[in-house]
């Protein structure tokens, strides 16, 4: 008796985008940076089709900060990371996260020496 292997259907793109670990590293270092200087309390994480999203709250109950997105699709365009205000306006997009974690990293310095 011979055993047959059937192929699970797919479309061969993955079901979610999804931040690897030393991208989400650097971006809860930042995180816990903003929370030990009293700025950040809460954060979000939302894996879709299209994104990863990192929400990061000044209050629980309100609309977030910063949202740092990843979207695979737009990495031969503009780039696939992008810093999103309050007000959803793109704030930075890139190639490479850490440019685009600069205007933060900036905030963070300045709410250090205040």
């Known amino acids: 008796m011979s055993a047959v292997v059937t192929p699970f259907p797919g479309n061969g793109r993955p079901g979610q985008v999804a931040f690897d670990r030393p991208e989400l590293m650097r971006i809860l270092?930042?995180?816990?940076?903003?929370?030990?200087?009293?700025?950040w309390k809460d954060y979000a994480i939302d894996?879709?089709?299209?994104?990863?999203?990192?929400?990061?709250?000044r209050r629980t109950a309100e609309r977030p900060e910063f949202r740092i997105e990843k979207r695979p699709a737009l990495r031969h365009r503009q780039?696939?990371?992008a810093l999103v205000g309050e007000h959803g306006a793109v704030l930075k997009r890139g190639q490479e996260l850490?440019?685009?974690?600069?205007?933060?990293?900036?905030?963070?310095m300045k709410l250090v020496e205040d």
Do not use: C, Q
């Open 29 to 39: 270092d930042l995180y816990g940076r903003m929370v030990a200087a009293g700025h």
């Open 47 to 57: 894996f879709g089709r299209e994104a990863a999203i990192f929400s990061a709250f």
């Open 79 to 81: 780039g696939m990371w």
């Open 98 to 108: 850490g440019p685009v974690l600069a205007p933060v990293e900036r905030k963070l």
